[in-house]
Each structure stands twice: as structure tokens, then as C-alpha cells.
């Protein structure tokens, strides 16, 4: 047999030392994970206090992530709002590149709405966005006017979609940059 140190000479920590026994250890132990569970649940039950002001739609590029959030803090929503995220936003809303993904925007808006009373709908498309390419044109980006009033009609039909099934419900669209992360808020356009 091999030399080996023995465990009950090394130095550990006490709740692994041999005198330790395993009761001790668990008596040590559980009334901190006790106490852990019973704050965890506080911290749920208060934050079922906050309603969520508005759903959000954004792309589910994760190059805008974090400006989006910034974005949502500076117009005063401190994370209140429910969040949905589709390949192209407004693109999705029209039923591409799936049906299924207009449907899924319904029902989370539904839920939304039904659970958390929501006042309005934060739609936000954004700069070089890989759903456009793909189900527009791959070259869409190259042409940031072009590319602009492309978003902005397909933002447009989504506040349609909206309003018409949601009257009472507030949207806003907004058109975020890639280099810069600035939202420009998208004018509603007046059908002539």
C-alpha cells in the first residue's frame, strides 16, 4: 500500500473534520437552507406585487439586448413589463417567417393583457436584422434608407394588428441602430 497522509491528520475545514459527524454537519446546514427557502419565497411573493406596464417585442438578435433594457430604464419601466422576443418583431407579427410566430406574439400578448393589465405594446425592430434578410432581401442593410421604410411599413402593419384586435392598448414602435443603439421612434403612418 501507497503512503498516503492520513485524513484524520490533514488539516480541513471544520465541517469536514474527521470529528465532524455527518449530524453535525446537517444541523450546521440545514437551518441555513431553511431560512434561504423562506426568503426566496418572500422575494417571489413581493414581486408578484409589480404589474408589468406595457409587453415588449423585440428581435431575438442578442447584439441589442442590453441597449434594450437601458433603452426600457430610460422611458421609466424599471423592468416592468413583460417581454417577447421574435426573429424580426414586426416581422413576425405579420405571420413571417412562420405563421406560428404571429401566433405565438397573440398569445403572449393575450397573457399579458388577461394577467397583467397591461396599458400599451413597445414594438422594436432594429438595424440590420438577419429575419429582413432572409425574408425581404439579403441585401436590405446596404441601403439604410431603403432598409428604414421597410421596417417602418412592417412596423405599421404590426400597430395595425394591434389597435384592431386591442383598441384600448397604447404602441409604440421604435427602430434601433446598430453601431450607435439609438431608438428612433417610428411615426405612425396615416393611411391615404
Not at 465532524?20 to 426566496?40: E, V
Not at 419565497?41 to 415588449?56: D, G, I, M
Request: hydrophobic share 40%; glycine share 2%.
Amino acid at each position: 500500500m501507497e503512503n498516503s497522509p492520513n485524513p484524520s491528520k490533514t488539516t480541513q475545514c471544520p465541517c469536514c473534520h474527521s470529528s465532524a459527524s455527518r449530524r453535525d454537519f446537517l444541523k450546521s446546514f440545514l437551518p441555513g437552507a431553511f431560512a434561504l427557502t423562506i426568503l426566496q419565497s418572500a422575494a417571489s411573493a413581493k414581486a408578484a406585487t409589480v404589474k408589468p406596464q406595457a409587453l415588449v417585442l423585440s428581435c431575438i438578435d442578442f447584439r441589442f439586448f442590453t441597449a434594450e433594457r437601458l433603452f426600457l430604464s430610460k422611458k421609466h419601466l424599471w423592468g416592468e413589463y413583460d417581454w417577447t422576443a421574435l426573429a424580426g418583431a414586426s416581422l413576425a407579427i405579420s405571420g413571417f417567417p412562420h405563421p406560428s410566430d404571429a401566433e405565438a406574439f397573440w398569445d403572449q400578448l393575450d397573457l399579458s393583457y388577461r394577467l397583467h393589465q397591461i396599458k400599451k405594446v413597445i414594438v422594436i425592430d432594429h438595424q440590420d436584422c438577419g429575419a429582413y434578410a432572409s425574408m425581404i432581401d439579403p441585401n436590405l442593410s446596404k441601403d439604410p434608407q431603403r432598409e428604414l421604410e421597410v421596417h417602418t411599413d412592417y412596423l405599421n402593419r404590426a400597430f395595425d394588428l394591434i389597435s384592431d384586435r386591442y383598441s384600448n392598448l397604447e404602441v409604440e414602435l421604435y427602430f434601433a441602430t446598430l453601431n450607435k443603439a439609438e431608438f428612433q421612434p417610428v411615426l405612425r403612418k396615416i393611411p391615404s
